[in-house]
């Protein structure tokens, strides 16, 4: 029984660990300082606590690091001040050079790093979600999850590949989300949504359902996303590509974060608004 160590589980990061043990392994957390809600999504995905971060390093064989991605570098400085020498998957949305940068940190102190990007939703079921892989020991880490929710897919290429399929796959899936907001909150500040709405209806039927759908499920999420979209922002630059519009999206993102914790999404109409008030 492989023992891994995950860092920290939120909504992802449990549903992660819970497949891992779907798959066999033993996954320990570290709860110091961890507020009642983290607690609560650790015991029901079945991770034990080992109370310190020190402690899950000692007693971990690969550690797991899902985190914001404005968070990445600092976990892993954390870990590697610990001195672990195991296997270090870094899980979060960042850019290919964040990643090969968390991946010096690690090995510098003794570890093995394995690139990884994560797209889907929190793994319930095989097929949902991807946990993309790169670098020497990727597949080590594909071998933890043979057959749970969580589908491992080994990428060719050094560490950064995995990731950069996750900025690639994100640029469009989040970054349109953001652009459908902005429009529609364009048109309500020109007064002209029922005129949109109906063009829309004319010639991309789709678009108002899911102009409305963008709002629904990323308002109350989007304070996740402006890390990620500045991630996303600066891989483009250092492809020789404009970053000017994820630049854009994650200031969209970071004008809809007060809904962090809301019980309900807000409307179009009150998105809108947060959208066209300058901070």
Not at 59 to 83: G, Q
Not at 154 to 172: F, I, L, Q
Not at 263 to 279: F, Y
């Amino acid at each position: 029984m492989t023992t891994i160590g995950l860092l920290h589980p939120g909504e992802m990061g449990a549903a992660v660990g819970a497949s891992a043990r779907a798959d066999g392994a033993r996954v320990l957390w570290a709860g110091e300082g961890r507020g009642a809600a983290t607690r609560g999504r650790a015991a029901t995905a079945g991770l034990e606590d080992v109370g310190t971060l020190g402690e899950l390093a000692r007693r971990s064989e690969v550690i797991v690091s899902v985190c914001p991605p404005d968070a990445a570098l600092d976990l892993a400085r954390a870990v590697a001040e610990r001195r672990f020498a195991g296997l270090y998957l870094d899980a979060n949305a960042v850019a290919p050079a964040t990643a090969r940068e968390i991946g010096a940190i690690v090995e510098k102190a003794g570890a093995t790093f394995v690139d990884g990007g994560i797209i889907g939703g929190p793994p319930q079921s095989r097929g949902t979600t991807r946990l993309y892989l790169s670098g020497a020991a990727a597949a080590r880490v594909a071998a933890l999850f043979p057959g749970g929710p969580l589908e491992a897919v080994v990428v060719a290429g050094g560490p950064g590949a995995a990731s950069a399929v996750k900025v690639a796959y994100a640029a469009w899936n989040k970054g349109h989300a953001a652009l459908l907001m902005a429009v529609r909150a364009l048109a309500i500040a020109e007064g002209v949504e029922a005129a949109l709405l109906a063009e829309w209806r004319l010639s991309q039927p789709d678009l108002p359902a899911r102009s409305e759908s963008a709002v629904q499920r990323n308002a109350r999420k989007a304070w996740r996303f402006v890390g990620e979209m500045e991630e996303i922002a600066a891989t483009f630059d250092a492809a020789g590509l404009p970053q000017g519009f994820h630049a854009a999206a994650a200031e969209v993102y970071r004008r809809l974060a007060p809904w962090k914790d809301a019980a309900a999404p807000p409307s179009v109409a009150e998105a809108s608004g947060a959208l066209t008030t300058r901070p």
